[in-house]
């Protein structure tokens, strides 16, 4: 296609996120991350990705997954006819935000220990003296 | 209990933040600056930082030792609340991935944070592979221990 055909130029002018990130608090207390695609479902949560909300007959509203996502694929940024590498490319960059996604929530227990051992650390200091 | 939906941005090379905006994360609409940043030869590093840098942090005095070296009229516009939306600032971002060379244009930056939400990630680059010794969090583990500690 060219190294001009696929770059900032031929984004879209409007943009809806398909994918964004639920904070989860995990057994341990930590917030753990979780990938929210549009058409998930989650019945509590409000935010950037929200389903549009349906009344259902004779029950209470609560927020149902749409049928199929209104957002169009971005890959219809580049054309109708995109080249398969590009297919390629698009699935393997949804594969790594899953993995980033389980990055953060690993990065978030690696600052909650590095934390605890600090303090621990500073106890330690102060018995060492205390004892001295 | 489950949190709002949050959204990831991205700040990177052309390929980077193309590559992930074909992965569904972009935003792009009238109400919200956008999501993501594309850093080109020209972006300078104070648009980086306009960027990235959270309002909160300079209004509540947590300045580092090391930002004396930020111009005052950038100070000045922080404190009017007259800069551009920032990652760090929107409480609607959960994540924010960041090619790895551009960390380190902004590392005092980086280093700065401290909030466990949102995480900032640092990413390889088509030109810049992942350098684990450059990295904030790994940086910060490597300086906790000392020969003693492990004897």
């Not at chain 1, 130029?9 to 979780?34: D, I, W």
């Not at chain 1, 390629?88 to 899953?98: C, D, K, M, N, Y």
């Not at chain 2, 944070?113 to 910060?140: F, M, W």
Request: with cysteine; glycine share 8%.
């Amino acid at each position: 296609m060219g190294a001009k055909s696929v770059g900032p130029l031929q984004y879209a002018s409007r943009m809806e996120p398909q994918v964004c990130v639920c904070t989860n608090e995990a057994q341990n207390g930590l917030q753990k991350f979780r990938v929210l695609r549009s058409g998930s479902q989650i019945p509590e949560e409000v935010g950037p990705c929200e389903a549009a909300l349906r009344r259902r007959k004779g029950l209470t509203r609560i927020p149902e997954p749409e049928p199929f996502s209104a957002s169009p694929n971005p890959l219809n940024w580049f054309g109708i006819l995109v080249p398969h590498s590009l297919r390629q490319a698009q699935a393997s960059f949804q594969e790594g935000l899953q993995l980033a996604v389980d990055m953060a929530s690993l990065q978030i227990q690696i600052n909650w220990g590095q934390s605890q051992l600090r303090g621990l650390q500073e106890k330690l200091k102060q018995l060492g003296l205390g004892a001295a | 209990m489950a949190g709002r939906g949050k959204l990831i941005a991205v700040i990177g090379d052309e390929d980077t933040v193309t590559g992930f905006l074909l992965g569904g994360i972009g935003e792009l609409n009238k109400n919200r600056h956008p999501n993501f940043l594309v850093v080109e030869k020209d972006t300078t590093v104070n648009e980086i930082e306009d960027t990235f840098r959270a309002l909160g942090n300079l209004l509540s005095g947590e300045v580092e030792a090391s930002s004396d070296h930020l111009d005052p009229q950038f100070l000045n516009e922080i404190d009017s609340g007259e800069d551009g939306e920032q990652f760090l600032n929107r409480d609607d971002i959960g994540i924010i991935l960041i090619n790895q060379y551009i960390a380190e244009m902004v590392r005092h930056a980086l280093d700065a944070h401290q909030r466990s939400i949102p995480a900032v990630l640092e990413i390889p680059s088509k030109e810049h592979p992942y350098d684990a010794a450059k990295d904030s969090i790994l940086r910060r583990a490597k300086g906790m221990f000392t020969a003693e500690d492990l004897r």
